[in-house]
């Protein structure tokens, strides 16, 4: 059996230098938790409070100004494809086909050639629905079959953490509603980490198996809730509203709630 | 408007005409002849400057030949091709409905001018000769022009090539890199800041050869014209595609093979084209300074024996070259920017 993977992020702060001052801000400040196999982490909180930060952190595309971030034991250094990351928007390769598009990494890690590649790629495309479309560009497609294709080309590598920055951010609600049980069917199938960062706490609370509250400035963490609610969950059920409720007053939203 | 949508084989094995032809109003009677008879008018035309050329008489003293029937027969005749082909193809039928009152255009401007210089001379000799002198002393010269054509094309596309490469070279390392950047982008602005055709006179002094001269300022033209393009490209890319890259494994080479050029390759085309046109202009200029063969040369030199027939002929290849490349050119660009293609609706 597999090691099962495990991420930690240890007394992690981040600050910005300002570009108009010589102020530096503070974007988290004191960031502590850990992420196994199996759970899906959704991230909610007010713009500002540094859950894309989280992410880009995790992601190895910035640094920690202090802390450590480790997964299974090593620092991470550094981008790595064990760690895709999906953005708000699809940022597909607009001069390269959906097919293309989706054998980027294979191409740039050299892994095209293994024979359960293409396989693999066939298996993809047919699943996201796209294999039609595999010789369109981006531009044609519609934003859910965009979002579908940025999914799908993080997805083909595998990774140990799944990062997802607001994918569902720019899409209409039917979409989203379909891509949130998507995404849910994907994370149950792989067993593997998945962090989501969103400022729906619908969303965050029908996909997460625990929900992270943070606040802004510097951004933190307000709560670390454990969501034990059975899948598939119910968006309108009482213990649904219940926590609802609960996580907006966190917020320090839905005082008037009653 | 009431169609028939029965069968649906047709809709599932929809071609691109077909769809076009759906979705349009369909054409009947009156304005589908019409349409015929707007694809026919280039060859009427082309029949009335044969008419013009050969029933209106000549002013006294001017003599012709019969080599202008000859080219006006052979345009005619392609466009009375043009014609069937699209009574057989209907694709080839909407580009030639598209095209035709142009051709139609140009057999009259012809006429216009056969009627201003040969047969009224409202146009004065030796500055305007008439389309049938300028077409003999091409073909009479022609294995000369020939030979001037190809050594102008040597030039334009050795310097041009060599500008090109380097001037992508350049572009893209200061693209990616601040620290070139810092030291090589002075001097580009210093050098681009002088119009090419300047460096003429100095370099055909100081070079070994006037060849190697003019292959050197062609390229530092094009070079200029490239590295500013493929800059301009590169700082304009939205770092988010730098970012999703690098998450799906690409090492910094690969990011600029990868993601910065095929990105810049809009703006690197356009510095493509711009830098054609900067070196048609020197490679002209530095044949009539100083190197002793190509067109550009062949002009200034027919132009001070008076020769304005071979003059005209001469300046006819050179637009015809000119065009040819700039087709080409057009072509590679057209096929690269596929992905850019806005969906057609």
Redesign the interface.
């Given at each position: 059996m597999m090691p099962a993977n495990i991420l930690e992020l240890n007394h992690v702060h981040k600050s910005f230098a300002r570009t108009e001052t010589e102020n530096v801000t503070q974007a988290l400040s004191d960031i502590n938790f850990t992420v196994r196999d199996g759970e899906f982490l959704s991230i909610v909180g007010p713009s500002g409070c540094g859950k894309s930060t989280i992410m880009?952190l995790i992601?190895?595309?910035i640094f920690p100004t202090a802390g450590t971030i480790k997964l299974n034991g090593e620092v991470i250094q550094?981008?790595?494809?064990e760690?895709?990351?999906v953005?708000q928007?699809p940022?597909l390769?607009?001069?390269?086909?959906v097919e293309q598009n989706l054998t980027?990494?294979a191409?740039?890690?050299n892994t095209a050639k293994r024979s359960e590649y293409k396989s693999e790629v066939e298996r993809l495309l047919e699943m996201a629905g796209l294999a039609e479309f595999r010789h369109d560009?981006?531009?044609?497609l519609s934003g859910g079959m965009a979002q579908r294709l940025a999914l799908i080309?993080?997805m083909i590598?595998q990774p140990k953490v799944f990062?997802l920055d607001e994918p569902l951010g720019a899409l209409d609600a039917f979409t989203r509603m379909n891509m949130q049980d998507e995404l849910l069917r994907l994370w149950q199938r792989s067993g593997h980490i998945v962090l989501m960062v969103t400022h729906d706490i619908d969303e965050a609370l029908y996909l997460g198996t625990r929900v992270l509250v943070m606040a802004p400035r510097p951004g933190r963490i307000r709560a670390d809730l454990v969501n034990d609610m059975s899948y598939p969950r119910s968006r309108t059920s009482d213990e649904f509203l219940h926590w609802r409720k609960r996580v907006l007053e966190m917020l320090d939203f839905g005082h008037n709630f009653n | 408007m009431e169609r028939n949508f029965n069968s649906s084989d047709v809709l599932d094995h929809l071609t691109r005409e077909r769809l076009a032809e759906l979705e349009s109003a369909p054409r009947r009677g009156l304005r589908l002849f019409c349409d015929y008879l707007v694809c026919f008018m280039p060859v009427v035309f082309g029949a009335l400057a044969l008419a013009e050329y050969l029933l209106v008489p000549n002013l006294k003293g001017n003599t012709t030949t019969s080599t202008y029937t000859y080219f006006i027969i052979a345009l005619t005749l392609t466009a009375a091709a043009a014609f069937v082909l699209a009574l057989v193809r209907q694709k080839f039928f909407y580009v030639l409905r598209h095209k035709a009152p142009f051709y139609a255009f140009v057999f009259a401007l012809l006429a216009g001018y056969d009627y201003m210089t040969l047969k009224t001379g409202t146009l004065v000799l030796p500055y305007f000769p008439w389309a049938d002198q300028i077409l003999n002393a091409m073909w009479q010269d022609r294995a000369y022009l020939l030979d001037c054509t190809l050594n102008s094309l040597k030039l334009l596309f050795t310097g041009y090539f060599s500008g090109a490469f380097l001037g992508l070279l350049t572009g893209t390392a200061c693209g990616c890199s601040k620290t070139i950047d810092y030291w090589v982008s002075p001097f580009t602005k210093l050098i681009g800041a002088i119009p090419s055709p300047t460096w003429i006179p100095i370099v055909m002094v100081i070079a070994s050869s006037l060849f190697a001269g003019s292959v050197f300022i062609i390229a530092l033209g094009v070079w200029y014209a490239l590295t500013i393009a493929t800059i301009t490209g590169i700082r304009n890319i939205d770092h988010s595609f730098y970012d999703a890259a690098k998450t799906l494994g690409a090492k910094p080479h690969q990011l600029v093979l990868h993601v910065a050029l095929p990105f810049a390759v809009p703006n690197i085309l356009q510095g493509l084209t711009q830098g054609m046109s900067s070196a048609c202009l020197v490679l002209i200029t530095a044949e009539m300074v100083g190197v002793e063969s190509g067109l550009g040369w062949y002009v200034s030199w027919q132009k001070s024996w008076a020769q304005y027939g071979k003059m005209y002929a001469a300046i006819v290849v050179l637009c015809v070259v000119f065009v040819a490349v700039n087709w080409g050119l057009n072509k590679i660009r057209r096929r690269l920017l596929r992905w850019q293609e806005g969906v057609t609706q």
């Open positions: 880009r992601a190895g595309l550094g981008t790595n494809p760690r895709g990351m953005f928007k940022t390769f607009p001069w390269l086909t980027f990494s191409r740039m890690m560009f981006p531009h044609q080309r993080t590598n990062l | -």
